[in-house]
């Protein structure tokens, strides 16, 4: 089975946003729109459910207008069906149709009329926003979409030769956030990097897996077969590192290029005016009977709030640990090897990351039982 790749880098819209993903494979060739389930959350959700569920399975494009759209969603192939209701009007989003491959619902033109039809353009229709709620862009295989867009058409705009499509899947997961945020990151030959993505399910039971690669070659290192990677580059010029997150369905890369100074960083007056201490002790030992707290120390350059966040290898967050009242110079929390809910968590690698206003520091611990 194909899956889609997607590329979380500067070429691709929404770098910092990237969310559910779905893929059409048709007659004609396969293409992924993102879905912006976070800013049209009844719009998405409700495509999200249909996919799901098997709705657009082996429907058709139904409707063809070269240059303005392609139309599917109806059960019945002729524009005039739908799942058996309607959904909320969601105009006022921010979203628009300021590109070829915006993806949006139809309507009768009566408030809150949409149901299952959507429609994706074929070039920008600035005359349709707010009207239509805009819930996706495509950000893969375009050009099968402006191909399908060049079919020849009959009566109502319908395809003479049916455009099918074989299914709609959505991926289970997406990535929230990556660590560095930057897309390309100056350093120092030298330094140690940390680099995370922190991937968020949108159905239960996702099984995700993690492949880091460093200009190119894959990382085998066990260690390293999840949401975290750490690396020291030893020389000046140009890496790259990536870090490919799978299901059975998607694949989804994320990547990081680093302009490296032959200059090591201990050489200059670093800017991070805020410091993160390895944990101690660590390895940190906890039973079920009897738990003793590791200790993690930090410094800020002023007074200030500091977060300490902690995830688990699947790049889920298991405890939040806050400091209101720091102090000048060195701070410290202590963990004792629970999750939030008070349960004891699992032996393995873990990661804990310092948010100190704007600063993101982050290093790993290990824990035993």
């Known amino acids: 089975m194909k899956k889609t790749i997607l590329i979380i880098c500067l070429a691709f819209w929404g770098l910092l946003n990237a969310q559910t993903l779905a893929r059409w494979e048709t007659s004609m060739g396969n293409f992924t729109a993102e879905l912006c389930d976070r800013q049209a959350p009844i719009t998405a959700d409700n495509f999200i459910s249909l996919a799901r569920n098997e709705f657009y399975n082996n429907l058709i494009f139904h409707r063809v207008i070269e240059g303005f759209v392609i139309q599917d969603g109806c059960p019945y192939g002729n524009g005039y069906g739908g799942p058996g209701y309607t959904i909320e009007d969601e105009f ?18 009566q408030p809150n009329s949409a149901g299952s039809q959507y429609y994706i353009t074929l070039a920008p229709q600035p005359n349709l926003d707010g009207n239509y709620a805009v819930f996706g862009y495509v950000v893969e295989g375009l050009d099968v979409v402006l191909a399908i867009g060049s079919v020849e058409t009959g009566a109502g705009d319908k395809p003479i ?15 929230s956030s990556k660590l560095p945020a930057e897309d390309i990151v100056d350093t120092y030959a030298g330094d140690n990097l940390a680099f995370a993505v922190t991937p968020e399910e949108t159905a239960p039971g996702a099984e995700l897996t993690y492949v880091w690669y460093v200009n190119g070659t894959e990382i085998t290192d066990p260690e390293y077969q999840n949401f975290y990677f750490a690396y020291t ?9 990536s870090c490919v997150v799978s299901d059975s369905e998607f694949d989804i890369v994320t990547s990081w290029i680093l302009n490296v100074s032959g200059v090591s960083s201990e050489n200059y007056i670093s800017e991070s005016k805020a410091k993160l201490y390895q944990n101690s002790p660590n390895p940190f030992k906890i039973n079920d009977k009897r738990i003793s707290d590791t200790e993690i120390s930090f410094e800020v350059e002023r007074e200030k709030e500091a977060v300490i966040e902690i995830y688990n290898v699947r790049g889920q967050k298991v ?15 202590y963990w004792n090897g629970e999750d939030s809910e008070g349960n004891v968590v699992e032996s393995g690698i873990y990661l804990y990351k310092l948010k100190v206003g704007k600063e993101v520091l982050v290093k790993k611990a290990v824990i035993l039982k």
């Not at 580059?233 to 590192?241: L, R």
């Not at 405890?319 to 929390?333: A, F, H, I, M």
């Open 92 to 109: 006022d989003t921010g979203l628009l149709h300021d590109r070829a491959g915006t993806l949006a619902m139809a309507n009768t033109g």
């Open 161 to 175: 030769e049916d455009v099918n499509i074989y299914s709609v899947k959505v991926s289970d997961f997406y990535i």
């Open 233 to 241: 580059p030893s020389v000046a010029g140009t890496d790259s590192i």
């Open 319 to 333: 405890k939040k640990l806050e400091k209101k009242d720091c102090r000048l110079g060195r701070n410290t929390v």
